[in-house]
């Protein structure tokens, strides 16, 4: 490979990418001077667009292209340190009326507005998106092994995008990167398994993936359009364009991907903690335009995926954990009788250790003593290299698969340890070392071209690399190299380390520094997990807040048609869907992270009972069982308790049941199990039997760990795999737990024992109407709105302004205090993560300054809006000085209710007459009569009927259910029922049990 340690590549490493001068041709970019609202700096290809000469519009205000209500937009979405929007655009000057796609954000004192001209898909387009999201979000979060869901990824993202390549690019430890999954045209080759040296991504590429989600170029071909002037007139400053979309390419990564023959691409950047990963690289034969929705998409997927795929990770480490927790156990046995041979209490333990990290030989040092196992080095060449590479580094890990690069005496024994792995204890006076060995192999490595056909080149007195220009697979004998060290065995060798710390805290006078250096590290990777779960947890409920919220709107408007209402409907039960998969996902990560906690409050048990029944029968009845739920005449109607826990502890066993039941019955038992009239505690049972395809002893507990199933349970694949789990872990917080008892073959009976409390007080929840207004008998309330996120600041005000509230905005808290003191509200909904200021601090300094006014100004309501999935955050909120708190996504009927509680508002709901409220109910089922009108049915509606359900197309599907004859009503109103409920698979497996 090159030499990277030449003067030229350095150069090269080091190009900033972030100061191109020129962007992409699909667009134009305008920059305006925030001060004064002049155009100080326009693309080149205005003309193209616009009827004006670029050098003309330099120096013109902002309102000579924009009218003054999208100025005022504009400048209304961009907070001081300014976050990026899109908005729809309407130029005065455009050629032909036309309108633009505007991403616009800030760079210092410039904004910048990024315009594409506005391409409207074709109908329906948005719904067939959002349904393609949904399934590859369900596909992806399916029980599979961690290679399958690599694969499965690049051809859910081929389905939504279109691109001829779909390809997962992971980056190794040297930064050089290999294609690790992949989903194809059948005609062109294949990049699977290839590898690509570290200068094809160099540094500044790779930082940028690391802070930007999604990057595109829609035309390899085309000349960069320059920026005029190419500096900032005042400062003669380069623009900044790290967060263009529009941005041009660095030449190099052109040449590139024209030597690979590749005329368009999409890359989506996979981040692990904050840590670049991997790309999702995506290249089309041809030029190809990514509309704004796609990137959105791409965009959401990459967020989600690095999530999901570090629950994945964190799953496969498990394995590795319970092999240390087996070593620890055994070595602290061995300590406890000998604690004065601890060289033989490690022997003892010698393959445990060496198959640990897929090793071959062992050595473990403790101060001068050196125990060898396995095939290692001598002693003295094992003291040597303590002295002279570990000793010198002071790593607590240090790991290489090429050590005489580094240290030329292990020539002498590359045979033996040509790659070491270590872990040290760097104590007072003590040093201790494992250190394990593997010999020199020589293997081949397949690179995507010859890496060493690459030179240097000064273009415009900028040293560039010079791609190879073939990518023809070029096999490499690597010599002076032990296999790599994998990852997880290098995590493996941390964890040991601190289970070996924590040991010698039992058995060492040190015990105070080792716990002290434990208790730090301990914390410290919690604080890390703990930030990058409330970040995922925000990144990916925020944008469904908006989705969800404008179709609840956008239902009430009297305009809407039929056909648009069944667009909404699919688009807000697909978006519920959505978010209860992401909650999957988050809520084992706060289970794993032990940020789970209870939330209390009085409900009605008789009604939840009644709800799991009505949305469980027709899933049941679809596959033929027959579901019974018998319920103890003892049980008290209102408990005190986590309702949410309990329904989803209820519905996830019952839902496992009918899922791996195909003929039978299932049957759910609730019942009182004990009751204490002084402490007024109960404990309930329920029970769930089943006739299914039962668990064979061996997976009695395998099958509560997250993403686990039988064996046996293959043919059954949807859900995230975390029901189980989640269940039981929910249960045990309830002082209860999960016990299971099965035949293979025979049956299961999963039996949960739950804590509940007798309520001091009862309240009856009462079913939510539509609110159309104020009373007229009450004051107009001012309500304060604080909210950076445009669309969600939009979706507060447009709904309370709808009913009759008197509506101002803030974009960070800053804004909100100047708002409160002069404005002073009735009420503040205060967003908790801004810029600028938080909701935390805003919240903070309006209780102070109250405090110091005393009497003279009534305290305001603050409510939180918070994205974040996590008790301990929602109970910081509380503290600072909020009132109460409401999670997005929310229900609108949440707002209004909180409203009402702290305000007193009285509201004017809508009548039945001028509502029809269709409400779809569980029908009764002859399973005999339906299975005889599907059989009359003719042979192609059937297929049409399965293909539809089994690619969740809902419109199809109400075509054919119209289809049906009027004498086939029984089989009409189930399959509506199933429809309206996202019953695809009932729909699928219905027609399946006909052709059986």
């Not at 250790?353 to 290692?376: F, Q, R, V, Y």
């Not at 192609?940 to 969740?952: C, D, E, F, I, P």
């Amino acid at each position: 490979m090159i030499d990277l340690s030449s003067h030229h590549v350095k150069q090269h490493e080091q190009y900033e990418i972030r100061y191109p001068s020129s962007i992409q041709n699909h667009g134009i970019l305008i920059v305006v001077d925030y001060n004064t609202l002049n155009i100080i700096q326009v693309s080149e290809n205005l003309k193209l667009f616009l009827e004006i000469e670029p050098s003309f519009l330099l120096g013109k205000p902002l309102k000579y292209l924009l009218y003054p209500k999208q100025i005022q937009n504009i400048l209304a979405s961009l907070a001081i340190h300014s976050h990026d929007f899109v908005d729809i655009i309407k130029i005065k000057k455009s050629k032909n009326n036309l309108k633009f796609q505007g991403t616009i954000h800030t760079i210092q004192d410039s904004i910048i507005l990024e315009l594409e001209p506005l391409i409207i898909g074709k109908k329906g387009y948005e719904t067939d998106l959002y349904n393609l999201l949904n399934n590859a979000i369900l596909n992806i979060s399916a029980e599979n092994k961690l290679e399958e869901t690599y694969q499965i990824i690049t051809q859910e993202i081929r389905k939504i995008t279109q691109f001829d390549r779909v390809l997962i690019y992971r980056f190794n430890f040297d930064s050089s990167g290999v294609v690790i999954a992949e989903d194809k045209k059948e005609d062109i080759e294949s990049y699977l398994g290839l590898h690509y040296p570290s200068y094809d991504i160099p540094t500044p590429a790779r930082e940028f993936y690391a802070s930007n989600w999604l990057r595109i170029i829609c035309d390899v071909s085309a000349e960069p359009i320059k920026i005029i002037p190419s500096k900032h007139p005042l400062k003669n400053e380069e623009l900044d364009l790290s967060r263009s979309i529009l941005r041009s390419v660095f030449p190099c990564h052109i040449q590139y991907l024209k030597n690979m023959g590749v005329k368009a691409s999409m890359s989506i950047s996979l981040l692990n903690q904050d840590k670049l990963w991997g790309l999702i690289a995506c290249h089309h034969y041809s030029p190809k335009y990514i509309n704004y929705e796609t990137r959105k998409v791409g965009e959401f997927l990459g967020q989600f995926l690095s999530a999901h795929l570090f629950c994945k990770q964190e799953q496969q480490f498990k394995t590795y954990h319970l092999q240390i927790q087996g070593i620890q156990n055994r070595l602290r046995k061995g300590l406890l009788k000998t604690p004065d041979l601890v060289g033989e209490v490690f022997a003892k333990n010698k393959n445990s250790l060496i198959k640990l990290t897929k090793s071959e030989g062992l050595a473990i040092c403790l101060d001068k003593n050196i125990n060898l196992m396995g095939n290692t080095p001598t002693q003295q060449q094992v003291e040597d290299l303590i002295k002279n590479v570990l000793e010198d580094n002071q790593q607590e890990v240090f790991f290489t698969d090429s050590l005489v690069t580094i240290y030329p005496p292990a020539q002498q024994f590359k045979d033996k340890g040509c790659g070491i792995l270590s872990i040290s204890l760097f104590l007072t006076n003590h040093t201790y070392h494992l250190i394990w060995f593997r010999p020199e192999q020589s293997y081949q490595v397949p690179w995507a071209g010859n890496p060493y056909n690459v030179t240097i080149e000064n273009i415009n007195d900028i040293p560039q690399l010079t791609p190879r220009h073939s990518f023809t697979l070029w096999k490499e004998t690597v010599k002076n190299k032990s296999f790599p060290w994998e990852l997880v065995e290098i995590d493996a060798a941390q964890e040991l380390r601190k289970v070996l710390l924590l040991t010698a805290l039992e058995f060492s006078q040190y015990s105070q520094t080792i716990l002290e250096e434990t208790t730090k590290q301990a914390n410290a990777a919690n604080l890390a997990k703990s930030q990058f779960l409330a970040k995922m947890s925000h990144e990916l409920r925020t944008p469904l807040n908006a989705i969800l919220g404008f179709t609840q709107m956008m239902n009430r408007d009297c305009s809407v048609s039929e056909v648009q209402k069944e667009y909404l409907g699919i688009i807000n039960r697909s978006g519920e869907h959505l978010l209860s998969l992401i909650n999957d996902v988050l809520e084992m990560s706060r289970i794993e992270a032990g940020q789970i906690t209870l939330n209390h409050s009085c409900f009605n048990l008789y009604d939840l009972i009644k709800s799991v029944r009505e949305l469980l029968t027709i899933k049941s009845h679809s596959k033929g069982l027959c579901f019974t739920v018998e319920q103890d005449v003892e049980l008290p109607q209102y408990l005190e308790g986590d309702e949410s826990k309990l329904r989803q502890i209820i519905v996830n066993l019952v839902g496992n049941a009918i899922k791996f039941t195909e003929e039978g019955n299932v049957d759910l038992i609730i019942s009182l199990l004990s009751y204490s009239k002084n402490s007024k505690n109960v404990e309930l049972l329920i029970e769930v039997k089943d006739t299914g395809i039962g668990i064979d002893n061996e997976n009695l507990e395998t099958i509560f760990e997250p993403f686990k199933q039988t064996d046996n349970s293959i043919h059954s694949k949807e859900g995230t795999g975390l029901g189980l789990s989640i269940s039981r872990q929910f249960a045990r917080l309830m002082d209860g737990d999960i016990i299971v008892r099965s035949k293979l073959g025979e049956g299961s009976i999963f039996t949960c024992r739950i804590g509940m409390n007798l309520p001091e007080r009862i309240t009856h929840k009462t079913d939510a109407k539509q609110i159309i207004g104020l009373s007229d008998s009450q004051p107009i309330y001012r309500i304060l709105v604080v909210e950076d996120v445009r669309d969600n600041r939009l979706l507060m005000e447009k709904m309370l302004d709808s009913v009759g509230f008197d509506v101002k905005t803030a974009e960070n808290g800053k804004e909100a205090i100047a708002l409160w003191e002069k404005w002073q509200p009735d009420l503040i909904w205060m967003d908790m993560r801004m810029p600028v200021m938080d909701g935390y601090e805003a919240s903070r300094h309006i209780r102070t300054r109250e405090a110091i006014q005393g009497k003279k100004r009534k305290s305001v309501p603050i409510i939180a809006l918070t994205a974040t999935a996590f008790d301990e955050e929602r109970k910081a909120i509380l503290e600072v000085g909020c009132n109460d708190f409401v999670s997005k996504p929310f229900q609108e009927k949440d707002i209004f209710e909180i409203m009402a509680k702290y305000l007193g508002v009285e509201y004017i709901y809508q009548s039945c007459s001028e509502k029809k409220l269709i409400q779809s109910q569980a029908p009764t089922v002859d399973n005999q009569k339906l299975q005889t009108q599907i059989q009359q049915m003719p042979s192609t509606w059937k297929n049409q009927l399965r293909k539809a359900a089994l690619s969740a197309r809902e419109i199809k599907l109400n075509k054919l259910i119209t289809e049906i004859p009027p004498e086939f009503s029984l089989l009409a109103h189930n399959l509506t029922y199933m429809l309206n409920n996202l019953s695809f698979e009932q729909i699928a497996n219905l027609i399946e049990v006909n052709h059986e």
